[in-house]
Every structure is written in C-alpha cells, then in structure tokens.
Nanobody
Framework: QVQLVESGGGLVQPGGSLRLSCAAS????????MGWYRQAPGKQRELVAA???????NYADSVKGRFTISRDNAKNTVYLQMNSLKPEDTAVYYC??????????????WGQGTQVTVSS
C-alpha cells in the first residue's frame, strides 16, 4: 500500500505565494510519474503540473510562469511552488502518483487533497 500525504494549503491573498508538498510512503519500487491536480467547485479535476515517466514536466497553460514543480527523489516527495496566485487558482489540490509496487505492478494513487483559497 502507498500513501500520499499533502501539506501546505491555506488562505492567501491575490498575488501571494504558497508551497505544497506531497510525500509518498509505503511499498514503493519506483515512482513512474508524480504531480498535482486541482478541482474547483463545479468543475472537473484538471492537471496543474506533473513529472512524466520520462522525467519531463507538464504544466497547465493557466499556471505556466507562475507555478513550479520540483521533487526530492530521495524523499519520494514532490513540491509545487505557487507564485502570483489568483482567485481562479482556488481549488482543492490533489497529489497523484503512478507507482510500481510489489506484486500488484503499477498502480495509480491519490492524496486526500489540500484546500488552496486565494481571496482578499
């Protein structure tokens, strides 16, 4: 079993910054891909930023130039630095990982979500 634990959400004023963290733990052979999604009220969950299995990064157009994804492979942790936050960034942010685990092979895991609210 693999657990993804997120932290770092909260309330911030427009133009402010937040840093999200997601740590993966459990029976992990290898993390193939890992990243962040978000879901605003009444909207579908969407990709924010992620590392692909090839090691490259993908960003949603709406966050390019403002958000930066990074990782610490030794800690199985991925970070999302969010700068110049806008009210439309308000959402629950979810960590996602595609993980190779014993016996079961490759499985997809989600964190519990962390609320980010951008408001004055």
């Amino acid at each position: 079993q693999v657990q993804l634990v997120e932290s770092g959400g909260g309330l911030v004023q427009p133009g402010g910054s937040l840093r999200l963290s997601c740590a993966a733990s459990g029976s992990i052979f290898r993390i193939n891909a890992m990243g962040w999604y978000r879901q605003a009220p009444g909207k579908q969950r969407e990709l924010v930023a992620a590392f692909t299995s090839g090691g490259s990064t993908n960003y949603a157009d709406s966050v390019k130039g403002r958000f930066t994804i990074s990782r610490d492979n030794a800690k199985n942790t991925v970070y999302l630095q969010m700068n110049s936050l806008k009210p439309e960034d308000t959402a629950v942010y979810y960590c996602n990982a595609d993980v190779r685990v014993p016996i079961a092979g490759t499985r997809d895991y989600w964190g519990q979500g962390t609320q980010v609210t951008v408001s004055s």
